[in-house]
């Protein structure tokens, strides 16, 4: 009967073991993908932001990792032939964790109201969904500032 016992508590056990292995060795995931938008007077622009941020467990420890990309759009909002005088645009947007900018000079009219800019990130600081995008665009002797928003 002592034996029978002893092998009961022993599979009670490696069971257990097994579980909390299991458990620890599980990653939790979650995915990111937001879209802030917001405008001026002449301009409108979108920030697309995707990322992925991965938790999990190693040697005791919790580890984490996060893998991002993102595409700003500027658009302007008038016609192509208001910007054909057009000889330098320069535009940034700035997030809590990061900032970019941008300088364009056309030695033509530019043939197109877009513009853009993308990148990628592994490890690099994520975008939160609340976030508050600021915006600045001047072109020639213009200026205008605006933020971008999460549409929820």
Same mark, same amino acid.
């Given at each position: 009967?002592? !034996?029978?016992?002893?092998? @009961?508590?022993?599979? &009670? !056990?490696?069971?257990? *073991?097994?579980? @909390?292995?299991?458990?620890?060795?599980?990653?939790?995931?979650?995915? =990111?993908?937001? #879209?802030?938008?917001?405008?001026?007077?002449?301009? +409108?622009?979108?920030?697309?932001? &995707?990322?992925?941020?991965?938790? %999990?467990? #190693?040697?005791?420890?919790?580890?984490?990792?996060? +893998?991002?990309?993102?595409?700003? !759009? *500027? #658009?302007? &909002?008038?016609? @192509? +032939?208001?910007?054909?005088?057009?000889?330098?645009?320069?535009?940034?947007?700035?997030? @809590?964790?990061?900032?970019?900018?941008? !300088?364009?000079?056309?030695?033509?009219?530019?043939?197109?109201?877009?513009?853009?800019?993308? %990148?990628?990130?592994?490890? %690099?600081?994520?975008?939160?969904?609340?976030?508050?995008?600021?915006? =600045?665009? &001047?072109?020639?002797?213009?200026?205008?500032?605006? +933020?971008?928003?999460? =549409? #929820?």
């Amino acid at each position: 009967m002592f !034996i029978v016992e002893r092998r @009961i508590n022993l599979k &009670k !056990i490696a069971t257990l *073991l097994f579980t @909390i292995m299991l458990l620890t060795a599980c990653s939790e995931t979650t995915t =990111n993908d937001y #879209k802030f938008s917001g405008e001026s007077e002449n301009w +409108e622009a979108e920030y697309l932001y &995707k990322g992925t941020e991965k938790w %999990g467990e #190693k040697d005791e420890r919790t580890t984490y990792s996060n +893998e991002d990309s993102y595409e700003f !759009i *500027l #658009k302007y &909002k008038g016609s @192509i +032939e208001e910007l054909s005088s057009l000889q330098k645009l320069e535009y940034s947007y700035e997030t @809590i964790s990061s900032a970019a900018e941008s !300088i364009e000079e056309f030695a033509v009219p530019p043939s197109t109201l877009t513009f853009s800019s993308r %990148g990628s990130s592994d490890g %690099g600081a994520k975008v939160s969904e609340d976030e508050v995008i600021k915006v =600045n665009v &001047k072109w020639d002797d213009f200026e205008e500032s605006f +933020e971008l928003h999460n =549409n #929820k």
